[in-house]
């Protein structure tokens, strides 16, 4: 006859008891508030726009950094230049000033443009040695902003740097995307081909600031010769902050911005009077 199967007693390790916490009700209403207030406040940094901890450039002047809502420009995000006057078809003065802003970051600069007419002794002048500039010369301005959000992705740069006419609302948001996810800095020169085009620059964008710079008669001498240059550095949006409008020195040769003697001089009731009028 066939052998009864072997049978074996399993034995399990004793398990602990879980504990049940007991129902103490709801929370204290100190508790409940401050939940309300931390998330009231999360929601107005979210409508503002605003994420914690960024980066910031400085300009070094006092008048502009104070006005601006983090102290200096915003790093890790998309920024709009363009010239005034007679400048906003080729941008001159808007290009230079974006490169004392370069000049003062780290690392090479990738720089979009569909006319090779950089003046590279210009950009030296301003405090942007040749040798960081990486040229790439793109068939149209669609291109354009295609490369710039390869550049503003790719990471390493010093910033990246588009000269475009037009800027459309869904270009922009990919590009402020790519910047605030690699930290770097991008800057749309707006160039208008056409005069009838520059009214574009008040259609909206996702940049974080828009800047108009013109030039104006430059720092007088006192013997024959030409001084400094000046320009009016006009802050037409910005996140978190009113339009302004300041007289300044234009970049030297390490790209900082300086306030004319003769308006450093002034009262402060008097230069924050005349700054409010131009503002305005």
């Known amino acids: 006859m066939p052998s009864a199967p072997e049978l074996r ?6 398990v602990a008891p879980v504990p049940v916490r ?6 204290p209403a100190s508790a409940r508030a401050q939940t309300v207030a931390r998330l009231r406040a999360r929601i107005r940094q979210m409508e503002r726009g ?4 960024r980066a910031v450039l400085p300009f070094g002047v006092a008048a502009l950094d104070q006005w601006l809502p983090e102290g200096g420009l915003r790093l890790g ?3 709009e230049v363009t010239g005034g006057g007679d400048d906003g078809a080729y941008a001159a003065v808007a290009a230079l000033f974006a490169v004392g802003i370069l000049a003062r970051l780290a690392g090479p600069v990738l720089w979009c443009l569909t006319y090779p007419d950089l003046f590279a002794p210009a950009l030296a002048g301003a405090g942007l040695h040749p040798d960081r500039v990486i040229y790439a010369e793109a068939g149209d301005e669609t291109a354009i902003l295609q490369v710039m959000e390869e550049g503003l992705r790719h990471g390493g740069l010093a910033g990246v740097v588009g000269e475009t006419s037009k800027l459309p609302m869904t270009a922009s948001r990919r590009l402020q995307l790519a910047a605030e996810t690699s930290g770097g800095l991008g800057l749309v020169l707006r160039r208008w081909r056409h005069a009838e085009t520059a009214a574009r620059f008040d259609q909206p964008s996702a940049a974080v600031s828009r800047w108009r ?7 007088p001498l006192p013997v024959a010769g030409l001084g400094r240059a000046r320009w009016r550095v006009e802050l037409v949006r910005c996140r978190g902050a009113e339009p302004g409008s300041w007289e300044l020195e234009a970049c030297d040769a390490q790209g900082r911005l300086a306030v004319p003697a003769e308006l450093a001089d002034r009262p402060a009731a008097t230069a924050d009077g005349q700054h409010r009028a131009a503002a305005g």
């Open 50 to 53: 605003e994420r914690p901890c």
């Open 9 to 14: 007693l399993l034995t399990f390790p004793a």
């Open 213 to 219: 710079i013109t030039t104006l008669p430059s720092t």
């Open 77 to 79: 995000a998309l920024h």
């Open 22 to 27: 007991p129902n103490t009700g709801p929370p």
